[in-house]
């Protein structure tokens, strides 16, 4: 997958949630929480599978409320993720591989996600970077869809 200069792309976003590095872990490390905040808006999340362990893997179906602008990617209304955890660090970093189900060859590839969270006076970086996002992914949606994810988390463990 590669950008218009033909090199692969990397989506990154962040944010400052008060909450500590050990708080925000527990949520991205938790089916029921994950189901929760990672949707983005306009978005529900179902956990189908979750095995959390490096080299376990997830599955989780992304549907939308409304149905999406253009064809979602794995189904008429929703996107199905499949993941595996590559790396997990409590309260420093967790990195998965993520692949969309889709017969779109615009869609296919695994991306990189990597969740760091760093420790701030008063609560955490969260920063999130998806690498080799698949070309079918517009560059200001997938960042949009970042920014409400990260909204969402903040919302969830501030709440």
Known sequence: MTD????????????????????IYAALTDSDAMAQWLPPEGM?????AFDLRTGGAY????????GPDDAAKSSED??????VFVELVPGVRMVQ???????DPAFAG????????DPLEDGTR????????????????????????????????SG
């Open 4 to 23: 218009e200069t033909g090199r692969k792309r990397t989506d990154t976003a962040f944010r400052e949630i008060a909450a500590t590095p050990r708080a």
């Open 44 to 48: 529900t999340g179902r956990i189908e």
């Open 59 to 66: 599955r989780m179906v992304l549907t939308y409320s409304d």
């Open 78 to 83: 929703s996107d199905i993720a499949e993941g």
């Open 97 to 103: 591989r993520v692949e969309f189900a889709s017969d």
């Open 110 to 117: 695994a991306m990189t996600i990597t969740w760091r969270l």
């Open 126 to 157: 969260v920063t999130v970077t998806a690498q080799d996002v698949p070309v079918g992914i517009r560059k200001k949606d997938h960042l949009d869809g970042l920014r409400s994810t990260l909204a969402n988390l903040a919302a969830f463990v």
